[in-house]
Each structure stands twice: as C-alpha cells, then as structure tokens.
C-alpha cells in the first residue's frame, strides 16, 4: 500500500491529479490573459481578478465533478454546483459596472468577467481545445473589435471642456498627454487662474479621462460644456 499523498489521492478522483491541477492552471494563465487586456484598458478589473476568478470557477467546477463521482452515484447531476457560478458571478460584474453621471462605464469588464468564469468552468470540465479557441475569440473580441468601435465614435464628432486652472509652462502638455488632439477655443486670465474652452475628440472613454485631468496639480474645475 502506498502512503505518498500523491499516489493515494488519485484512486479517489475521476481523473489524474496531474491533470486536475493542469486544469487550474490553464484556467488561471487563460483568465490572466483576458485580464491583461482589461489592464491595458485601465479597467477596473485587471489581471489578477481575472485570472483568480478562472482558478476559482475551475475548482468549484472539478470540486463538484468530485463530489458526484464520490459520493453521488447513478442520480446525481455534477452541473447543479457548477451553476451557482454562472449566476453568482453576477455580483462581482456589478462591482465592476460605474456610473458617472448619464454615462454607465465597465459593462464591456463585467461581461469579460463573466465569460471568463465561463473558460475557467470550460477548463474545468476537461474542454481544454474549446476553452483555448473561446479564449482566442474573447481577445479579438475586447481588442480588435474595440478599434472599430473607437473610429465609430471617432466620426460622431468631440466636445467642448471648460477647464479652470492654475498656470503653468507645461499645462497644455499635461493635457495633451490625456487627450491626444486638444483645440483650444478660448483662453481667458482671471487673476491668478486661467479659464480655458478645450475642444477635445470623443472617444467613448471621456469619464476616465476626466478622472485623469483632475487628477492634474494644475487643474481646479472641469466641466463639459
């Protein structure tokens, strides 16, 4: 009889230990590559909640595999503890979902979030080729597809900020770091401030550049006018 914890633990499971864990670490390395995009994006969901929540959706979706093989018999149904993550998933999404103003920002991270649990129970289930080529479209999907998305809104025109400020040499470089094409309609001195009418693209990711203009020491007030 053997006592290694590896050599025993197998005869209890419907499949290898090896590849129990090889299932989980694809479902983490495919989330984190979901993750990394979001990253780029400066979502608020990045690399690491992706790829924990793949680990996780994975093991819940082995565990339950475990748990009929174990202890269920002919008339149990391994799917039912995998489907509380298809809904649970939902409260994570909403955190990921903002709102700024009429403006709902993060629907596009919530989604990928959801998905991605999708790929880690995929992962999980022992689906790896489908798991791989999902994966495969989910980056096409949230990259490539997005350009288009960006030129489409592009085309619909820019708008008007009116910015109160503290000058400085380098104020306009600082803002056309944030916004890569600025226009300045009007420049006006108030006494130690500058009012200034910037005329800026739309790229449909303006309340984050907001944020990132508040962010500016120089910056005292924004507004969209």
Do not use: C
Request: glycine content about 10%; proline content about 4%.
């Amino acid at each position: 009889m053997h006592t290694s914890l590896l050599n025993f633990i197998p005869e209890t499971y419907p499949f290898p230990l090896w590849e129990a864990f090889l299932r989980i670490v694809l479902s983490a390395l495919l989330g984190a590559l979901v993750g990394f995009e979001r990253e780029r994006r400066k979502q608020p969901a990045g690399l690491r909640t992706h790829a924990v929540l793949a680990l996780g959706s994975s093991l819940i979706t082995l565990t339950s595999i475990y748990i009929t093989h174990r202890y269920g018999g002919f008339g149990a149904d391994p799917s039912r503890i995998t489907a509380q993550i298809v809904s649970g998933i939902g409260f994570l999404g909403a955190g990921a979902i903002l709102r700024f103003g009429v403006t709902v920002k993060g629907l596009t991270t919530a989604a990928s979030l959801w998905t991605t649990a999708g790929l880690g129970i995929a992962v999980g289930a022992g689906m790896y080729l489908l798991s791989f080529l999902s994966a495969l479209l989910l980056l096409f999907l949230l990259s490539l597809v997005s350009r288009v998305e960006r030129e489409l809104i592009r085309s619909k025109g820019s708008v008007q900020l009116k910015l109160v400020l503290v000058p400085s040499p380098d104020w306009l470089y600082r803002v056309k770091g944030i916004f890569e094409d600025v226009r300045i309609q009007k420049l006006v001195r108030r006494g130690d401030t500058l009012e200034v009418v910037l005329s800026v693209p739309d790229l449909g990711d303006l309340p984050e550049k907001l944020e990132e203009l508040l962010k500016l020491k120089d910056v005292k007030e924004v507004e969209i006018i």
